[in-house]
């Protein structure tokens, strides 16, 4: 069922729901494995009225062996996860008011009730932006407050339904000049109080309370830059420009990290006395009166000068802590180190209708590339080209490996007359398989066109081939078992 609707001026919403009957698939002993259940989801928004505006975007979804035994979509059948988050917010001036009500469900196998579910009924949030404290001073305050009514269950470990989280956190910062050259120390105190805490992973009823005393210090260099005014295939002028940035970070008194149970990103601060180096090359292009950035490489990289993070980290265990999650989202320490790897994105869109991105974590500690991502788009009149690469090359501790290629080819257009075709492919190098391929051909007339689609599933409990057929007529609709969400164009 997809059920769309504009109540009033400035509201609209958009709900799907789809669900399956299983009789199950039977057995040697005559029984039955069934997969049947229910995904649903909504994404509104409205115009609450006195710069009040709510969003919504819910996903719910009965089971991981359901999405995995009947979705219609690659990425959605490999994806463990299911998010839903609503909200109602406002603005004035410099402050920022919110109300959130979240479901956060990480699915660890399709086995029932084995899955993360973490939720916020409701957690109210009030900050400000920096606002300068005095206009003959350079000193700027700002802070962060929330409280709400939290929830984590999973197997072996379970919360309250209602465990509440009080957390303030009130900052100064200032900016000292020295020509070209920023120099900005900050300073902030944070303040959490938990109703509840873990001890050797199982929940007590203890209250907890958490003092943090932070410390950063940025150092914004003068950006480099050269233009070269001849004239080149790429532009009429050409301008490199080299951004470098440096920052240190202190934090203490995160003296009770393990008892901290986990709902956020809020609680994975950790004690830590770091630095950050930056560099960054752009390189722009005028051409006529339009200048674009046709490429960036961005490198980052982290110093630690407390390999243990206070004592947080635990040896041989997946460790990860906010200060690693803003170098990259791969998990990388199992044992106590003083340097992160090296983050590199490079992205490039030299000429209209082509573009590429690569982003690489090179660890020296490990010798070597350890997670890599690269993509590229071709368009050129009717003819399109995307290939994919995603490799993963760490210890099984930290992330499971994983080497996968994805490519898509397509001719014509839905809405162009004359025949279109399009093809998309997943491969995983390291099983040796195609997991996903689609084919798609169609042909348009002026008043009609046909679409015919076949597709190939291999991954997990589904060995598969689908055969889909729909015949449209203009202004008057679509006949068949091709969906509109199904197609390749």
Known sequence: ????????????????????????????????????????????????????????????????AFRQEFTESFNEAIGSESNAIAFVTRHCSSFGFNTVFERRENFQSPAPGDSVVIRKLPEIEFSSRDRRFWSR?????????????????????????????????????????WGD???????????????????????????????VREFGLDLVLPSLARTFPRKTVLGDKLKHVIEPRASYRYVSCVDDFKRVIRF?????????????????????????????EILSWQLWYKRYFDPT???????????????????????????????????????????????????????????GITNSGFTADVRTGKIFVSVG???????????????????????????????????????????GQMQFATTQVGYNTDCCGFSVQYRRFSFGTRNENQFRLAFAVANIGTFGTLKKQERLF
């Open 1 to 64: 069922m997809d059920f769309r609707g504009k109540p009033a001026e400035g509201a609209d919403f958009d709900a799907i729901v789809y669900g399956v009957q299983d009789r199950g698939r039977l057995q040697d002993d005559g029984s039955r494995i069934k997969s049947g259940g229910t995904s649903a989801s909504l994404v509104g928004k409205a115009d609450l009225g006195h710069g009040f505006y709510a969003r919504a975007n819910v996903n719910y979804l009965s089971s991981l």
């Open 181 to 211: 050259f920023h120099l900005i120390p900050s300073f902030a105190i944070r303040a959490t109080h938990y109703g509840e805490s873990q001890q050797n992973g199982v929940i007590v009823g203890r209250d907890l309370n958490r003092s």
């Open 264 to 292: 956020d990103d809020m609680d994975l601060i950790s004690n830590t006395n770091e630095a950050e180096i930056s560099l960054t090359n752009r390189l722009y292009a005028k051409r006529g009166e339009e200048v674009t």
């Open 137 to 177: 001073l350079p000193i700027w305050i700002s802070f962060d407050s929330a409280a709400g009514l939290l929830r984590r269950s999973q197997p072996l470990f379970q919360t309250r339904q209602f465990t509440e989280r009080l957390d303030f956190q009130p900052r100064i910062m200032t900016a000292l000049r």
């Open 389 to 431: 690469h995603n490799q993963v090359h760490s210890t099984p501790l930290l992330t499971p490996n994983a080497n996968q290629f994805r490519g898509l080819v397509a001719y014509g257009s839905e809405n162009r007359r004359g025949w279109s075709a399009a093809f998309t492919a997943v491969y995983d190098y390291r099983q």
């Open 309 to 367: 993070f206070g004592g947080a980290l635990i040896p041989g265990e997946r460790n990860v802590f906010l200060s690693t999650l803003e170098v990259t989202p791969f998990a990388f320490l199992d044992q106590a180190r003083r340097s992160s790897p090296v983050v590199s994105v490079i992205r490039a869109s030299p000429k209209p209708g082509f573009g590429f991105e690569w982003r690489a974590d090179y660890d020296a500690e490990r010798r």
